[in-house]
């Protein structure tokens, strides 16, 4: 009995809650703010920037037409592959493992540069900097050789790569 009053109970407050609740026609959207005249103010991370400036077309000379000038220093990155070799977003134990295995592909292959990120919530490990498709796939039958328990998954992957 009393079970069954506990149940109406709630059914009942999750009824009543949903009533109060404001319907989704009346809350104002950003057409509305724009249609009224107001002022619309948009904030973007400086990440969104940088990427934003990385994709902006380039001038004659090859740099960025937005581009300051003591950017020439830094390098020139363009399209191409990379080999992901590791992919994880266990909180306690990716970062670990990533580093791990780029300590292992600096030892055995110390002629491909290796990048560690983190892109919420994954840390990656990326190999190499290819051109062409099968550069990086003849490189991936190697790094596979070499690390047998993770082969399978290591792949390529289309990313920017410096040149």
């Known amino acids: 009995m009393n079970r069954l009053l506990s149940l109406a109970i709630l059914a009942l407050t999750a009824l009543t809650a949903a009533a109060a609740?404001?319907?989704?026609s009346l809350k104002p959207t950003i057409a509305d703010h724009i249609n009224t005249g107001a002022t619309v103010k948009i904030t973007q991370p400086a990440k969104l920037n940088d990427r934003l400036r990385s994709t902006a077309p380039r001038n004659?000379?090859?740099?960025?037409?937005?581009?300051?000038?003591?950017?020439?220093?830094?390098p020139r990155t363009d399209g191409g592959f990379r080999i992901l070799v590791f992919s994880g977003?266990?909180?306690?134990?990716?970062?670990?493992e990533a580093t791990r295995r780029?300590?292992?592909?600096?030892?055995?292959?110390p002629e491909y540069a290796t990048y560690v990120t983190?892109?919420?919530?994954?840390?990656?490990?990326?190999?190499?900097?290819?051109?062409?498709?099968?550069?990086?796939?003849?490189?991936?039958?190697?790094?596979?050789?070499?690390?047998?328990?993770?082969?399978?998954?290591?792949?390529?992957?289309?990313?920017?790569?410096?040149?």
């Open 118 to 163: 983190f892109d919420a919530p994954y840390w990656r490990l990326k190999a190499g900097d290819f051109r062409k498709y099968e550069d990086a796939a003849a490189a991936l039958s190697r790094f596979k050789a070499a690390m047998p328990g993770h082969a399978g998954e290591m792949r390529v992957v289309r990313e920017r790569i410096n040149l």
């Open 21 to 24: 609740e404001p319907v989704d």
């Open 89 to 96: 977003n266990n909180p306690r134990t990716a970062k670990a």
């Open 60 to 74: 004659s000379a090859g740099a960025d037409a937005n581009t300051p000038a003591n950017a020439a220093d830094q």
């Open 102 to 109: 780029q300590q292992i592909l600096a030892q055995q292959f």
